[in-house]
């Protein structure tokens, strides 16, 4: 059987309303990642996580702190924003940071939305990549990046090392769409082969919807499989993705709009050529928030997301059968000070217990900052 890997006759599913919910509260573990006084940690999801056995490695914002309002993320725009690494070698229990940009290896956070590139740090220019990635080699990992997130075009780093030294940045395709504002969600096939979920920019420049793009030459040439479902009225973004056999994926994005704040699903059994709706697992996030969804070594679906509505609080769900049905909510935790929390990535690790990373803060006026939730599913 080839390795997958992810930082990823239709069945259309009926959504299934769950009103009740788990709670692991006492039975997790919360670990701070990255917490420094005055400083705003954020957005896991928008730059991936991997994991090697016991040793995790996940991207992550810093900038600084400031209370913009209720509604707003509470980072000061008008300060500089970076892109960091954190590496635990023991299963989550402890990290370190790393700078990607003091080995030369600026990896820019971008995002209009967001804060601007540290003064004194420049990029380097954007390659056309030469193709020939062996996506299979033991110690790689990608982290593909957007230049704003309503527009504009993307680019991705790779490296061989885990993550210590990275090649880039590399220009990835319009598709012929108005804008890629990307994040970092692929699916290893096999040595030349990667299948990658983007958002693309909707008809009027506003985000988005997700795409399914694939290189079958190492990286040097990419072509668009597939829109994901009909131009959203609001937006339907940030895909989270795994291959479930030969031409079946699933795919779980962020919508929102008028109406609604949700996590849906759709599902390929072509290979990515077509994609149809396969249910709502989530069917409130309160103002909106993406999720992670990964295998687990047994075969069950996890979907780890967060909740912008009290309590504040970060949860799974898992599913048995492929994503056909998912059981109860889980709560991780629920001790969130305000809406600004979220953008999970969860990896398993050696023993079988899932690490959930993603950026949380303890009330409105206070810093946000990165954590890890240690849990067992099988609890």
């Known amino acids: 059987m080839q390795r997958y890997l992810r930082t990823l006759a239709v069945l259309i599913c009926v959504p299934v309303a769950i009103a009740s919910f788990t709670s692991l509260t006492s039975a997790a573990e919360n670990v701070d990642i990255y917490r420094v006084p005055g400083r705003f940690g954020g957005w896991p999801a928008n730059h991936g996580?991997?994991?090697?056995?016991?040793?995790?490695?996940?991207?992550?914002?810093?900038?600084?702190?400031?209370?913009?309002?209720?509604?707003?993320?509470?980072?000061?725009?008008?300060?500089?924003?970076?892109?960091?690494?954190?590496?635990?070698?023991?299963?989550?229990?402890?990290?370190?940071?790393?700078?990607?940009?003091?080995?030369?290896?600026?990896i820019p956070v971008g995002g209009a939305l967001h804060g601007i590139t540290p003064p004194g740090l420049k990029e380097k220019e954007w390659q056309d990549c030469p193709g020939g990635i062996d996506f299979t080699h033991p110690d790689f990992c990608l982290t593909a990046r957007m230049t704003d997130t309503h527009c504009g075009p993307a680019r991705f780093y790779y490296s061989m090392d885990r993550g210590h030294n990275w090649q880039g940045p590399f220009r990835l395709p319009l598709f012929d769409q108005p804008g890629i504002p990307a994040r970092t969600d692929y699916i290893v096939d096999d040595k030349n082969t990667m299948t990658m979920f983007l958002t693309a920019s909707k008809a009027d420049r506003k985000e988005g919807r997700p795409i399914c793009v694939r290189t079958t030459d190492g990286g040097k040439t990419w072509k668009l499989l597939s829109l994901i479902g009909p131009e959203p009225e609001g937006y339907s973004i940030m895909p989270s993705s795994v291959r479930l056999g030969p031409n079946e994926l699933l795919t779980s994005v962020r919508?929102?709009?008028?109406?609604?704040?949700?996590?849906?699903?759709?599902?390929?059994?072509?290979?990515?050529?077509?994609?149809?709706?396969?249910?709502?697992?989530?069917?409130?996030?309160?103002?909106?928030?993406?999720s992670s969804l990964i295998v687990l070594k047994d075969g069950r679906l996890c979907l780890t997301y967060g909740v912008r509505k009290p309590p504040f609080r970060m949860c799974a769900k898992l599913s048995k059968d492929g994503g056909r049905t998912w059981g109860e909510e889980i709560t991780l935790r629920d001790d969130g000070g305000c809406r600004d929390i979220g953008y999970p990535r969860s990896v398993e690790r050696a023993d079988g217990k899932v690490v959930t990373i993603y950026y949380f803060n303890d009330s409105e006026d206070t810093d946000r900052y990165v954590a890890a939730t240690i849990w067992d599913p099988k609890s």
Do not use: C
């Open 49 to 106: 996580a991997w994991v090697w056995g016991d040793e995790i490695l996940v991207g992550l914002s810093a900038g600084y702190h400031k209370n913009n309002g209720a509604g707003f993320h509470a980072i000061d725009h008008e300060k500089g924003e970076e892109h960091l690494l954190a590496r635990s070698m023991d299963g989550g229990k402890t990290w370190k940071i790393e700078n990607p940009s003091e080995k030369g290896a600026l």
């Open 255 to 290: 919508v929102r709009d008028d109406k609604k704040r949700t996590i849906e699903l759709y599902r390929s059994t072509d290979n990515g050529k077509t994609f149809q709706e396969a249910g709502t697992p989530v069917a409130d996030t309160g103002l909106g928030n993406p």
